[in-house]
């Protein structure tokens, strides 16, 4: 097990929604990599409300929190660059 602040864990949900934890990994590598696929889901939302002035505005600002957020904690993330609207 290594010391590291952070762990992946792969959860499964059964049909009642109760999480199982089938696997976890400490591996910076994979973590940064769900980090990254993340962000990018989280753009890809904002990029959806691209005609909602409102809502588009509020998603990318949820994407530059998230990104800040892991940019501040997660050793070494740099996440993709923000897009402009």
Do not use: T
């Amino acid at each position: 097990m290594s010391n590291s602040a952070f762990s992946l864990v792969l959860v499964y949900e059964n049909g009642s929604g109760e999480p199982v934890s089938l696997a976890r990994s400490s591996d910076l590598v994979l973590i940064s990599d769900v980090a990254l696929s993340a962000v990018r889901e989280a753009q890809a939302r904002a990029d959806a409300f691209s005609d909602d002035a409102v809502l588009g505005k509020l998603e990318r600002a949820e994407v530059r929190r998230l990104r800040s957020v892991l940019c501040s904690i997660l050793p070494g993330f740099a996440g993709p660059r923000e897009r402009r609207a």
